[in-house]
């Protein structure tokens, strides 16, 4: 079991910066993936960026937040961040954290409560 909880979100304008924060219940090193989501009302979550925090931190990003957002994490404290720069009106949407895991042979995913970000002016 893994518990995730974020925090960061909030109402921010165009062209304005905004970090998530997702803190786990069990040391990172021990999970394979985590990642954001995000998810607009009426749509599917979606991708929005991911890092391999049991190894190399090899990170991956959805295209339409490159060159604007960056995941990291912090081993030692158990957290991952999404820092996000230039955001768009587009961007609005709840942010989930998410971790994903091999437990035995079995993979599971973990989820967070979601934090809202609100892009607007």
């Known amino acids: 079991q893994v518990q995730l909880v974020e925090s960061g979100g909030g109402l921010v304008h165009p062209g304005g910066s905004l970090s998530l924060s997702c803190a786990a219940s069990k040391s990172i090193d021990r999970i394979n993936t985590m990642a954001w989501y995000r998810q607009l009302p009426g749509k599917q979550r979606e991708l929005v960026a991911s890092?391999?925090?049991?190894?190399?931190?090899?990170?991956n990003y959805a295209d339409s937040v490159k060159g604007r957002f960056t995941i990291s994490r912090d081993n030692a404290k158990n957290m991952v961040y999404l820092k996000m720069n230039s955001l768009k009106s587009e961007d609005t949407a709840v942010y989930y954290c998410?971790?994903?895991?091999?437990?035995?042979?079995?993979?599971?995913?973990?989820w967070g409560q979601g934090t809202q970000v609100t892009v607007s002016s």
């Open positions: 998410n971790a994903g895991l091999l437990e035995g042979v079995t993979w599971r995913t973990y």
């Open positions: 890092i391999a925090t049991a190894t190399n931190g090899n990170t």
